[in-house]
């Protein structure tokens, strides 16, 4: 259903509006170079600052362009199970293929309270759900055994771990089975998610690195661990790179050097990278032959 490279698209801005034709084209820039699926409105997409009308229309502009040739991820995970049904179903309305949601943030629920939580949202929504488990960001973490629980679930299809721990990988597909779709959160962990049952990566440097990372995933997908390996000692500077600073700060400039139309704005309270940043990702950009 989803495996391989799925960006986690950024949203270009301009002026301080969605840039639709900017992301239109970047879209099928994506699709052109590779890219399994897409994902827009993630945290890389910065959805916390994107009002509900902005949020349809990133969403349906990415699955208009994709006409159904890659898988469109949308995310709708709020901390508000309500919202996040409205979310789910608004995805839904405008042709998305799953929805992206992500353990609730801030308030920090039990592990009973996240089982309620996506069990109330796999009750509503139209959509297959992947879970996004980041609890860097969100403080929260659901178990091992809560995944397991609502993978049962039949509109409960994926998890993307970002846990940084490579062992819940094993774990989880014990707990979940074999057919429960893993996608890793984290593009530097990618090869030995991949080798230890992951399918694919929701990717934060297949925004710059499409192609790349496409031919990344494909290698692990067909067991040709030496390519996958040199392909990651290529990609691993510029995963590195585009979080020395608040992301997606870094991802907008690099994209803005290696596409001239491409907007580096960002939104409040994300602003523009630091110089160390800034140099960290064109030295990372030259070291994968991007510029």
Request: charged share 20%; hydrophobic share 45%.
């Amino acid at each position: 259903m989803f495996s391989g490279s799925i960006p986690a698209l950024v949203t270009p801005f301009s002026g301080g509006r969605v840039a639709e034709d900017t992301l239109r084209e970047f879209v099928e820039w994506q699709i052109d170079e590779g890219s399994n699926g897409l994902v827009p409105c993630g945290t890389t997409g910065e959805v916390a600052t994107l009002n509900e009308d902005e949020h349809r229309q990133v969403i349906a502009a990415v699955v208009e362009v994709a006409k159904g040739r890659v898988p469109v991820i949308a995310g709708a995970g709020t901390y508000d199970t309500a919202a996040s049904i409205d979310r789910a179903r608004a995805a839904a309305d405008v042709g998305a293929d799953a929805v992206l949601v992500v353990v609730p943030y801030y308030n920090k629920p039990s592990q009973a309270g996240l089982v309620a939580h996506f069990t109330a949202i796999a009750d509503a929504s139209p959509l297959p759900i992947v879970v996004y488990n980041v609890p860097s960001r969100t403080v929260a973490d659901i178990s091992v055994e809560s995944l397991a629980t609502i993978a049962k679930h039949p509109k409960i299809v994926a998890v993307k771990d970002a846990t940084g721990n490579l062992g819940r990988v094993s774990a989880q597909r014990l707990a979940c089975g074999e057919q429960f779709i893993q996608l890793s959160g984290n593009d530097d962990m990618a090869l030995g998610f991949n080798a230890m049952g992951g399918v694919g990566c929701i990717s934060v440097s297949a925004n710059v690195a499409p192609k790349l990372c496409s031919e990344f995933q494909k290698a692990t997908r067909e067991g040709r661990w030496d390519d996958a390996l040199k392909l990651q000692d290529k990609l691993y500077p510029l995963h590195a790179a585009l979080f020395t600073d608040a992301s997606p700060a870094p991802t907008k400039y690099a994209l803005s050097r290696i596409r001239n139309d491409f907007p580096a704005e960002a939104r409040l309270p994300i602003v523009e990278p630091s110089e160390a940043s800034k140099r960290a990702v064109d030295a990372a950009l030259e070291h994968a032959g991007l510029i």
